[in-house]
């Protein structure tokens, strides 16, 4: 059993920022990609940002230039530092990953969600 637990939400004024945090655990065996989605109200869900196990990173362009994606490989943890925070960033967001077990079993998983309020 693995599994994904996203902290550091909140409320925050715009243009302020914020550092959101997930937290790979369990029988791990390797985590390949990882990324970022959020879902606002009244919209679909939406990815925005992904880093890949050699740190690559992929954004898109909504957040591109304000947003930073990060992991250490070593805490099996993901990073998101978030800059110039604006209202239309609110939304819960959620990461996922790719992760393989220590039974060999690949899965992507997900984490609980955590809300992001920026306040205008």
């Known amino acids: 059993q693995v599994q994904l637990v996203e902290s550091g939400g909140g409320l925050v004024q715009a243009g302020g920022s914020l550092r959101l945090s997930c937290a790979a655990s369990g029988s791990i065996f390797s985590i390949d990609a990882m990324g970022w989605y959020r879902h606002a109200p009244g919209k679909q869900r939406e990815f925005f940002a992904a880093?890949?196990?050699?740190?690559?990173?992929n954004y898109s362009d909504s957040v591109k230039g304000r947003f930073t994606i990060s992991r250490d490989s070593a805490k099996n943890t993901m990073y998101l530092q978030m800059n110039s925070l604006k209202p239309e960033d609110t939304a819960i967001y959620y990461c996922?990953?790719?992760?393989?077990?220590?039974?060999?079993?690949?899965?992507?998983?997900w984490g609980q969600g955590t809300r992001v309020t920026v306040s205008s």
């Open positions: 996922s990953a790719r992760i393989t077990t220590d039974e060999m079993v690949s899965t992507d998983v």
């Open positions: 880093i890949t196990s050699d740190g690559s990173t």
